[in-house]
């Protein structure tokens, strides 16, 4: 529990596990634009509250190399990790200034997911990552806050499981998750399904097998129906293991997100979701994506609620 020492975690059985670091904050800059303090802030709220012992705080290791290549480009991942990027590339990404600690910075936030994912597949049940949900991330170069897509990753992992025949990824997140959706257009063993905001980044859309696109100012009641449908289709196909990214920036205080989402509406739908796991008894990881409300605490609140109401859901799953 590195950076969070004066706070005692003492996880009851069947706790939610979620792996969590503090170079999530610590290795962008701090004259970064994106809201770097989201992490640390999230995991002192999760860990002061009464939902602390539903909650077991996991360190990660880095992600190897090796798996990167699962879903990315040689050349590209190599580049990266020998800090090589060029500054159109960097741009591209964003997370700017850059600071040498992006490099431990996005092998731990991957090594996080990954460790997730072999959760669930040994244990079953529910797991996070409280970071991530990089789907803006394609195979030969990263875009909009995303170096490698976790997603992609973590799904192309789990096919090499026996077990794991049939990997949905539910993306909620109000951007496209366009990275995701061209890395997997041509596996019909990976359901693509992205419910977002038709008007805004990435403004050239890339094609998930279901996009489910909502106009600007979109409220929760019709917000709700969309999200009802994505769960109905990620049913139909019948998975095995559930890609989960929760981002929260439909919230209407957000500053990129465009949709009119309320605090309520953004449990509902998690809730939504949470419903069909524990009935299908899906293993699921849940990946956090994105957030930026002004103020900032709005996004904490709506990261809160998800992985407290994960935890509750994690609960009920592995009693059965
Ligand atoms: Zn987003």
């Known amino acids: 529990m590195d950076g969070i020492k004066e706070v005692k975690n003492s996880p009851l059985l069947n706790a939610l596990p979620i792996w969590y670091h503090s170079i999530y904050t610590d290795g962008i800059h701090p004259d970064a634009r994106f809201p770097r303090d989201r992490y640390t802030k999230?995991?002192?709220?999760?860990?002061?509250?009464?939902?602390?012992?539903?909650?077991?705080?996991?360190t990660p290791e880095k992600i190897s190399r090796q798996n990167l290549l699962l879903a990315?480009?040689?050349?590209?991942?190599?580049k990266f990790l020998n800090g090589e990027l060029d500054e159109k590339q960097i741009k591209r990404i964003g997370l700017t200034p850059w600071t040498p600690e992006i490099i431990?910075?996005?092998?731990?936030?991957?090594?996080?997911?990954?460790?997730?994912?072999?959760?669930?597949?040994?244990?079953?049940?529910?797991?996070?990552?409280?970071?991530?949900?990089?789907?803006?991330?394609?195979?030969?170069?990263?875009?909009?806050?995303?170096?490698?897509?976790?997603?992609a990753v973590c799904a192309i992992m789990a096919l090499e499981n026996i077990n794991f025949n049939r990997i949905a990824i539910l993306d909620l997140d109000?951007?496209?998750?366009?990275?995701?959706?061209?890395?997997?257009?041509?596996?019909?063993?990976?359901?693509?399904?992205?419910?977002?905001?038709?008007?805004?980044?990435?403004?050239?859309k890339?094609?998930?097998?279901?996009?489910?696109?909502?106009?600007?100012?979109?409220?929760?009641?019709?917000?709700?129906?969309?999200v009802k449908k994505a769960i109905q289709i990620t049913t139909n196909f019948n998975p095995d293991l559930i890609l989960f990214q929760a981002g929260v920036d439909g919230l209407k205080s957000d500053a990129l997100g465009k949709l009119n989402?309320?605090?309520?509406?953004?449990?509902?739908?998690?809730?939504?979701?949470?419903?069909?796991?524990?009935?299908?008894?899906?293993?699921?990881v849940i990946f956090m994506g994105g957030g930026y409300s002004k103020p900032i605490s709005d996004t904490i609140d709506a990261f809160y609620d998800l992985f407290t109401d994960a935890s509750l859901a994690n609960l009920e799953l592995m009693k059965k």
């Open 42 to 58: 999230l995991v002192e709220k999760l860990l002061y509250s009464k939902f602390a012992p539903n909650i077991d705080i996991r």
């Open 72 to 78: 990315h480009d040689e050349n590209y991942v190599d």
């Open 104 to 151: 431990p910075r996005t092998l731990t936030l991957m090594g996080g997911a990954v460790s997730a994912l072999e959760y669930v597949i040994e244990n079953g049940g529910i797991a996070a990552n409280l970071a991530g949900g990089t789907h803006h991330a394609h195979r030969e170069f990263g875009s909009g806050y995303c170096i490698f897509n976790d997603l």
């Open 174 to 204: 109000v951007h496209q998750g366009d990275g995701t959706a061209t890395i997997f257009e041509d596996l019909e063993s990976v359901l693509t399904i992205s419910v977002h905001c038709s008007k805004n980044f990435p403004f050239r």
């Open 206 to 226: 890339t094609h998930s097998d279901f996009d489910l696109e909502l106009e600007p100012g979109t409220e929760d009641e019709e917000y709700l129906e969309v």
């Open 261 to 284: 989402i309320t605090r309520e509406g953004m449990r509902k739908r998690n809730n939504l979701v949470f419903e069909m796991i524990k009935k299908e008894s899906l293993p699921t």
